[in-house]
């Protein structure tokens, strides 16, 4: 499974963003059997634009094969791009590393 994680920061020991169209980062996950194989840094290209950065987010994480998102919150607008391409949403806050491991339990 592919999970793309909002974070501050380029690793797995940071913590969650509170915002998903305006993270900085996305931490895209692969897991495999329950555990984590390996993870790629995407910068938010869209954490700077007047408007529409969750829409954006949304499918800069979508294009990345995203089957899961975890973020603080995320938006209605970037909410209805997750769900219309079947990712699934967990609003989670705290470290990176614990909420991966609730998600692939």
Do not use: W
């Amino acid at each position: 499974m592919k999970i793309a994680i909002s974070s501050a920061e380029k690793d797995l020991e940071g913590e969650i963003s509170e915002v998903f169209g305006r993270s900085p980062y996305f931490l895209i996950v692969t897991t495999e059997n329950g555990e984590v194989k390996g993870f790629e840094v995407v910068e938010n290209d869209s954490v700077d634009q007047a408007g529409g950065a969750g829409v954006a987010a949304a499918k800069t994480v979508v294009d990345k094969g995203a089957e899961a998102v975890i973020s603080g919150a995320v938006g209605p607008r970037a909410e209805g791009v997750l769900e219309q391409f079947r990712v699934k949403i967990f609003l989670k806050k705290g470290k990176i590393k614990k909420a991966i491991s609730e998600v692939i339990e």
